[in-house]
């Protein structure tokens, strides 16, 4: 098993060069945020997680999670006291607001954290994972007394958050959801009903768990329109606003799941010893699921980011592993001799699919973050309209593309590894096993790919994807009229930004004829935008490593190994791109025409 060094070098390099981290430090709340601080922080941050949470990650996986005969959950040897350390440092609060004791660093500081502790251990990511999303919902609509009653704890991780959406029979579709809430005539309701999946639904490493829960009010209409949001402390509050007497909510099984075997997955019931639980209305009645929305692109980006950090490890043990690994003997090498794998050209292949996707993926998230951060605090209206957009877009790029590199990565890394990578003594295989979560939560992959066609492809009549189609086509020109050995790179992104027009065109003028048309082509064309975006991240590097080469600013041999990926991405995985043209435009005659 190997451990996990935090690649401070390649976030520093996307950081500077491909985000603008002095424009968000121009930010009013973001002042004390300057790129040097941001650095600091995030190398304590990283030293961290590689000594503190990084052990933890294969242990936890064998160790698993206990259910008590009294409904607790007992986490893994280890968590209990990192997450306590976590809450002392302060680093679930980074990018929080500071009127609530958050550090109010941007989302982009929090992103990159983020990567970080969930490339160290996913499973015990998924508690201030959690906490997120239970922490911003609440944050814009919360009223004030429930923001002072609950922000700061959360904030801080002391209290620890869930998000409570799924039942069995509500699951893609939300709004089939069942659990009731009544008014009880004292401003609060009582919850009944029972909630499947919940992510850190109940655990031993915080003072209170805060479930965010959606359920139905009596007279609420059916589906979407007719959910409401509501806070059900696992503890009530006493009068010192400290946890009290329990709330009436039992964990009353846990899931045995092939991966993030560490991350309580909890089947939680509400009101089973009488009325209900005590919950607390967040802002309207039947308002929850406009409330879901304002978070979503972070909670999306967050799940994305998983896919990420574990291609992130993985590559680490690929690459570790293939300088071990002695087999065959490489062409030119003495005979006799086994070679390294690493010599082999094909293994090679393998490691740049890995590493070249891994620098993509890491730029395309991070210019998503550092989107929510100009849409919330840009001082101009145009900008703030310009950077939601942007956001908008990425966010399902990020999730299903991320989260299906994801898994393609960590694959490839058993691959590495030949039948070592199968046995689970390496560690290779938990990484594929943690990964297989990310495409199906948070809204599965095939929602992602809907929510591109039928929210984002139409926002502006189409403008917004075009604008970026435009945007990347000039990143490609600049590279062509660059000339020199990027001009290749700038060829095929050129084609791949071309690939993408055609499929964007074709699918505003038919694509909505018939839905079932522009649905069929709808994942072939996300992955498209993701893949073209990728491209254009590695040809932005590859212009700015070129000019910090002839400055002489930076370490030359990392900025060479990023145009050596950066070429390869152009050579390799660009020209997929090309593909996806006809099964996006395919129509879904076929799909209905076949037997299933
Ligand atoms: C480990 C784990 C942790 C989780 N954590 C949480 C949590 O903390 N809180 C929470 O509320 N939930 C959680 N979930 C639930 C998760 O969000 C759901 O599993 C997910 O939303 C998919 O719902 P489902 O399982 O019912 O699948 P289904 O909705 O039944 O989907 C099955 C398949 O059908 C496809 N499909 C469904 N509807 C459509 C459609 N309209 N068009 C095209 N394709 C469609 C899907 O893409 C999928 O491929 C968790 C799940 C797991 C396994």
Request: with cysteine; hydrophobic share 40%.
């Amino acid at each position: 098993v190997s451990d996990y060094t935090p690649p401070l070098d390649d976030i520093r390099f996307t950081l500077d060069h491909l985000c603008d981290l002095d424009g968000l430090a121009a930010l009013e709340p973001f002042a004390h945020a300057d790129p040097d601080t941001v650095h600091e922080v995030l190398a304590e941050v990283a030293r961290f997680m590689a000594d503190v949470v990084g052990p933890l990650n294969a242990n936890s996986d064998e160790q698993g999670l206990e259910l008590t005969d009294d409904n607790r959950v007992i986490t893994p040897d280890g968590f209990k006291e990192a997450y306590a350390k976590y809450v002392e440092y302060g680093y679930g609060a980074i990018a929080f607001d500071p009127e609530y004791d958050g550090g109010g660093f941007p989302q982009l500081v929090g992103v990159v954290t983020q990567e970080m502790i969930t490339s160290a251990c996913l499973s015990f990511s998924m508690a201030p994972l959690l906490t997120q999303g239970g922490i911003e919902m609440p944050s814009e609509h919360a009223d004030d007394e429930q923001k002072a009653a609950y922000l700061p704890k959360m904030i801080t991780g002391e209290w620890s958050g869930t998000m409570n959406l799924t039942e069995s029979q509500a699951g893609s579709d939300v709004g089939a959801l069942t659990t009731r809430a009544v008014p009880a005539g004292d401003g609060s309701y009582r919850i009944t009903g029972t909630k499947i999946f919940i992510s850190f639904g109940e655990h031993d490493m915080a003072d209170n768990i805060v479930h965010l829960v959606l359920a139905r009010t009596p007279d609420a209409p059916p589906g979407t329109k007719g959910i409401s949001c509501f806070i059900v402390p696992k503890f009530l509050l006493d009068e010192d606003g400290d946890p009290g007497v329990r709330n009436d909510v039992t964990c009353v099984s846990i899931e045995h799941k092939m991966g993030i075997n560490a991350s309580p997955t909890c089947t939680l019931s509400f009101g089973d010893d009488g009325e209900g639980a005590v919950g607390y209305l967040i802002g309207e009645e039947n308002q929850g699921m406009r409330y879901m929305f304002t978070m979503m692109n972070t909670a999306r980006l967050a799940v994305g980011l998983q896919g990420l950090s574990l291609a992130e490890r993985a590559t680490q043990q690929a690459v570790e592993f293939a300088h071990e690994r002695r087999q065959g003997t490489a062409v030119g090498a003495p005979k006799g001799e086994q070679s390294l794998i690493v010599e082999h050209p094909d293994v090679r292949r393998m490691l740049l699919t890995m590493r070249a996707q891994v620098e993509a993926m890491r730029g395309v998230m991070y210019h998503n973050a550092q989107a929510i951060d100009f849409a919330r605090h840009h001082p101009d209206a145009d900008e703030r309209r310009r950077w939601q957009e942007t956001a908008d877009l990425f966010t399902p790029l990020s999730k299903a593309w991320g989260t299906d590199l994801g898994c393609e990565i960590t694959s490839i890394n058993i691959q590495v590894h030949g039948g070592m990578g199968y046995v689970e003594e390496t560690g290779a295989a938990q990484h594929f096993r943690d990964a297989r979560i990310a495409p199906i939560y948070e809204g599965t992959n095939g929602i992602q790919a809907m929510d591109l066609v039928g929210r984002k492809l139409p926002m502006r009549g189409g403008g917004v994807i075009t604008d970026h189609l435009d945007t990347m086509a000039g990143t490609a020109e600049a590279l062509t009229t660059a000339g020199g050995d990027l001009a290749g790179l700038g060829e095929m992104l050129a084609a791949g930004v071309d690939a993408g027009r055609e499929v964007t065109t074709w699918m505003l003028e038919n694509g909505f004829e018939d839905p079932n048309d522009a649905l069929a082509g709808s994942v072939p064309f996300l992955r498209l935008l993701g893949i073209i975006t990728g491209g254009w991240i590695h040809a932005r590097a590859a212009l700015a490593a070129t000019a910090a080469i002839a400055e002489g600013d930076g370490d030359t041999d990392f900025l060479k190994g990023r145009l050596a990926t950066a070429r390869f991405y152009g050579d390799h995985i660009l020209p997929e791109a090309q593909s996806l043209v006809r099964p996006a435009t395919a129509g879904s005659a076929q799909l209905f025409a076949a037997n299933l």
